[in-house]
Protein backbone atom coordinates (compact mmCIF):
# COMPACT_ATOMS: atom_id res chain seq x y z
CA UNK A 1 0.00 0.00 0.00
CA UNK A 2 1.30 3.29 -0.80
CA UNK A 3 1.89 5.40 1.95
CA UNK A 4 1.97 8.63 -0.16
CA UNK A 5 -0.32 11.21 -2.13
CA UNK A 6 0.94 12.56 -5.63
CA UNK A 7 -0.92 14.64 -8.33
CA UNK A 8 -1.33 12.88 -11.01
CA UNK A 9 0.11 15.37 -13.78
CA UNK A 10 1.71 18.62 -14.22
CA UNK A 11 3.41 20.94 -16.30
CA UNK A 12 6.74 23.04 -16.38
CA UNK A 13 7.45 25.38 -18.76
CA UNK A 14 11.25 25.00 -19.64
CA UNK A 15 13.92 27.14 -17.48
CA UNK A 16 11.39 27.47 -15.07
CA UNK A 17 11.55 25.77 -11.27
CA UNK A 18 9.05 22.50 -11.26
CA UNK A 19 7.76 22.30 -7.88
CA UNK A 20 6.11 18.46 -7.21
CA UNK A 21 4.52 17.97 -4.69
CA UNK A 22 3.53 14.91 -2.07
CA UNK A 23 1.69 13.93 0.78
CA UNK A 24 2.16 11.93 3.52
CA UNK A 25 0.52 12.59 6.51
CA UNK A 26 0.80 8.91 8.07
CA UNK A 27 4.32 8.98 8.43
CA UNK A 28 6.49 7.51 11.18
CA UNK A 29 9.78 8.77 12.77
CA UNK A 30 11.39 6.50 11.24
CA UNK A 31 10.97 6.33 7.29
CA UNK A 32 12.57 8.58 5.06
CA UNK A 33 10.97 10.42 2.26
CA UNK A 34 12.61 9.58 -1.22
CA UNK A 35 12.13 10.44 -4.68
CA UNK A 36 12.97 9.01 -7.56
CA UNK A 37 11.95 9.43 -11.44
CA UNK A 38 11.38 7.35 -14.37
CA UNK A 39 12.35 8.23 -18.04
CA UNK A 40 10.70 6.55 -20.94
CA UNK A 41 11.55 2.94 -21.07
CA UNK A 42 14.29 3.34 -18.41
CA UNK A 43 14.34 2.28 -14.46
CA UNK A 44 13.57 4.38 -11.84
CA UNK A 45 16.47 6.80 -11.35
CA UNK A 46 17.32 7.87 -7.51
CA UNK A 47 17.16 11.41 -7.04
CA UNK A 48 17.15 12.27 -3.46
CA UNK A 49 16.31 11.14 0.05
CA UNK A 50 15.63 12.96 3.59
CA UNK A 51 14.76 12.63 6.92
CA UNK A 52 13.34 16.13 8.58
CA UNK A 53 16.21 18.64 7.44
CA UNK A 54 15.77 19.92 3.76
CA UNK A 55 18.41 18.31 1.65
CA UNK A 56 19.93 19.50 -2.05
CA UNK A 57 22.00 17.99 -3.98
CA UNK A 58 23.34 18.42 -7.87
CA UNK A 59 19.86 17.15 -9.01
CA UNK A 60 17.28 18.55 -7.03
CA UNK A 61 16.15 19.96 -3.93
CA UNK A 62 14.16 18.55 -0.73
CA UNK A 63 11.84 20.28 0.92
CA UNK A 64 10.10 18.55 4.42
CA UNK A 65 7.42 20.50 6.22
CA UNK A 66 8.32 21.17 10.22
CA UNK A 67 5.46 17.99 10.55
CA UNK A 68 6.76 15.72 8.10
CA UNK A 69 3.90 15.05 6.77
CA UNK A 70 3.98 16.57 3.14
CA UNK A 71 7.50 17.39 1.09
CA UNK A 72 8.15 19.16 -1.99
CA UNK A 73 10.70 18.19 -4.98
CA UNK A 74 12.40 21.02 -6.36
CA UNK A 75 13.78 21.04 -10.07
CA UNK A 76 15.53 24.74 -10.23
CA UNK A 77 15.62 24.70 -13.88
CA UNK A 78 13.58 22.35 -15.52
CA UNK A 79 14.73 20.94 -19.10
CA UNK A 80 13.01 18.89 -21.47
CA UNK A 81 15.09 15.73 -20.47
CA UNK A 82 13.07 16.34 -16.89
CA UNK A 83 9.94 15.06 -18.43
CA UNK A 84 9.45 11.67 -16.82
CA UNK A 85 7.09 10.26 -13.77
CA UNK A 86 8.36 11.10 -10.37
CA UNK A 87 7.82 8.89 -7.39
CA UNK A 88 8.15 10.14 -3.86
CA UNK A 89 8.35 7.18 -1.34
CA UNK A 90 8.56 6.41 2.30
CA UNK A 91 10.57 4.10 3.43
CA UNK A 92 11.63 2.79 6.89
CA UNK A 93 15.22 3.39 7.96
CA UNK A 94 17.36 0.55 9.04
CA UNK A 95 15.76 -3.00 9.96
CA UNK A 96 14.48 -5.99 7.72
CA UNK A 97 11.61 -4.45 5.85
CA UNK A 98 13.96 -2.18 2.97
CA UNK A 99 11.96 -2.73 0.20
CA UNK A 100 10.22 0.54 -1.65
CA UNK A 101 6.70 0.84 -2.10
CA UNK A 102 5.91 2.97 -5.55
CA UNK A 103 2.66 4.68 -5.97
CA UNK A 104 1.38 6.09 -9.36
CA UNK A 105 3.91 8.75 -9.48
CA UNK A 106 3.18 12.47 -11.03
CA UNK A 107 3.88 12.62 -14.85
CA UNK A 108 5.95 15.97 -14.90
CA UNK A 109 5.53 17.29 -18.72
CA UNK A 110 8.06 20.20 -19.16
CA UNK A 111 6.60 22.41 -22.08
CA UNK A 112 9.51 24.04 -24.59
CA UNK B 1 31.15 2.54 -13.99
CA UNK B 2 29.09 0.07 -14.62
CA UNK B 3 25.66 0.15 -13.51
CA UNK B 4 22.41 -2.88 -12.92
CA UNK B 5 22.62 -5.09 -16.00
CA UNK B 6 19.59 -6.75 -16.86
CA UNK B 7 19.43 -9.59 -19.63
CA UNK B 8 18.09 -10.50 -21.88
CA UNK B 9 16.70 -6.48 -22.57
CA UNK B 10 13.39 -7.85 -23.79
CA UNK B 11 11.93 -11.99 -24.23
CA UNK B 12 8.89 -13.15 -25.95
CA UNK B 13 7.93 -16.49 -25.04
CA UNK B 14 4.96 -18.70 -25.73
CA UNK B 15 2.56 -19.20 -23.15
CA UNK B 16 3.24 -21.96 -20.53
CA UNK B 17 6.79 -22.16 -21.76
CA UNK B 18 9.58 -21.68 -18.59
CA UNK B 19 11.59 -18.00 -18.61
CA UNK B 20 14.94 -16.62 -16.83
CA UNK B 21 15.55 -13.42 -16.38
CA UNK B 22 18.96 -12.15 -15.39
CA UNK B 23 20.51 -9.78 -13.16
CA UNK B 24 23.65 -8.66 -12.69
CA UNK B 25 24.03 -5.62 -10.08
CA UNK B 26 26.43 -3.12 -8.96
CA UNK B 27 29.60 -4.48 -7.53
CA UNK B 28 30.13 -4.74 -3.97
CA UNK B 29 25.93 -4.23 -3.51
CA UNK B 30 24.17 -6.40 -1.14
CA UNK B 31 20.90 -6.05 -1.68
CA UNK B 32 19.38 -7.02 -4.69
CA UNK B 33 15.36 -6.41 -5.78
CA UNK B 34 13.25 -7.34 -8.02
CA UNK B 35 9.91 -5.39 -9.12
CA UNK B 36 7.84 -5.57 -11.92
CA UNK B 37 6.03 -2.78 -14.13
CA UNK B 38 3.01 -3.06 -16.32
CA UNK B 39 1.79 -0.20 -18.54
CA UNK B 40 0.80 3.25 -16.88
CA UNK B 41 1.26 1.42 -13.03
CA UNK B 42 4.30 2.01 -10.83
CA UNK B 43 7.35 -0.55 -10.25
CA UNK B 44 5.63 -3.33 -7.73
CA UNK B 45 8.28 -5.49 -5.40
CA UNK B 46 8.59 -8.77 -5.95
CA UNK B 47 11.86 -9.74 -3.81
CA UNK B 48 14.43 -9.09 -1.99
CA UNK B 49 18.11 -10.34 -1.28
CA UNK B 50 20.22 -9.24 1.46
CA UNK B 51 23.91 -11.72 0.46
CA UNK B 52 22.21 -15.01 -0.90
CA UNK B 53 19.36 -15.32 1.21
CA UNK B 54 15.81 -13.65 0.21
CA UNK B 55 15.17 -11.24 3.03
CA UNK B 56 11.40 -10.56 1.84
CA UNK B 57 9.45 -12.57 -0.91
CA UNK B 58 6.06 -11.35 0.04
CA UNK B 59 5.41 -9.78 -3.61
CA UNK B 60 6.15 -13.02 -5.30
CA UNK B 61 2.49 -13.35 -6.81
CA UNK B 62 2.22 -17.46 -6.46
CA UNK B 63 4.48 -20.07 -6.88
CA UNK B 64 5.45 -20.13 -10.75
CA UNK B 65 7.60 -17.09 -9.09
CA UNK B 66 10.89 -17.60 -7.81
CA UNK B 67 14.57 -16.17 -7.72
CA UNK B 68 17.77 -17.05 -6.49
CA UNK B 69 21.27 -15.38 -5.76
CA UNK B 70 23.00 -18.44 -5.12
CA UNK B 71 26.88 -16.54 -4.99
CA UNK B 72 25.33 -13.28 -3.69
CA UNK B 73 26.17 -11.16 -6.74
CA UNK B 74 24.22 -12.14 -10.02
CA UNK B 75 20.42 -13.22 -9.92
CA UNK B 76 17.90 -14.92 -11.57
CA UNK B 77 14.08 -14.42 -11.77
CA UNK B 78 12.89 -17.68 -12.92
CA UNK B 79 8.46 -18.36 -14.01
CA UNK B 80 7.44 -21.33 -14.61
CA UNK B 81 4.39 -21.92 -16.72
CA UNK B 82 3.89 -18.38 -18.00
CA UNK B 83 0.75 -16.60 -18.73
CA UNK B 84 -0.28 -14.01 -21.11
CA UNK B 85 -0.84 -11.86 -17.43
CA UNK B 86 2.72 -12.37 -16.62
CA UNK B 87 3.72 -10.18 -19.80
CA UNK B 88 5.30 -6.81 -17.93
CA UNK B 89 8.75 -4.93 -17.85
CA UNK B 90 11.10 -7.01 -14.60
CA UNK B 91 13.61 -4.56 -13.30
CA UNK B 92 16.24 -5.18 -11.01
CA UNK B 93 17.75 -3.02 -8.34
CA UNK B 94 20.63 -3.15 -6.28
CA UNK B 95 21.84 -1.50 -3.22
CA UNK B 96 25.08 -1.00 -1.07
CA UNK B 97 23.49 -2.58 1.67
CA UNK B 98 20.03 -2.66 2.76
CA UNK B 99 18.76 1.04 3.62
CA UNK B 100 21.24 2.29 1.26
CA UNK B 101 19.34 4.00 -2.13
CA UNK B 102 18.28 1.44 -4.76
CA UNK B 103 20.21 1.71 -8.20
CA UNK B 104 17.28 0.36 -10.82
CA UNK B 105 18.39 -1.34 -14.31
CA UNK B 106 17.00 -0.64 -17.30
CA UNK B 107 14.48 -4.13 -17.08
CA UNK B 108 13.63 -7.03 -18.84
CA UNK B 109 10.18 -6.38 -21.41
CA UNK B 110 8.30 -10.29 -21.09
CA UNK B 111 5.52 -10.39 -23.72
CA UNK B 112 3.77 -13.82 -22.89
CA UNK B 113 1.92 -14.68 -26.46
Known amino acids: DAKTTQPPSMDCAEGRAANLPCNHSTISGNEYVYWYRQIHSQGPQYIIH???NNETNEMASLIITEDRKSSTLILPHATLRDTAVYYC?????????????FGTGTLLAVQP | GAGVSQTPSNKVTEKGKYVELRCDPISGHTALYWYRQSLGQGPEFLIY????????DSGLPNDRFFAVRPEGSVSTLKIQRTERGDSAVYLCASSRQGNSPLHFGNGTRLTVT
Open chain 2, 49 to 56: FQGTGAAD
Open chain 1, 50 to 52: GLK
Open chain 1, 89 to 101: IVRVGGGATNKLI
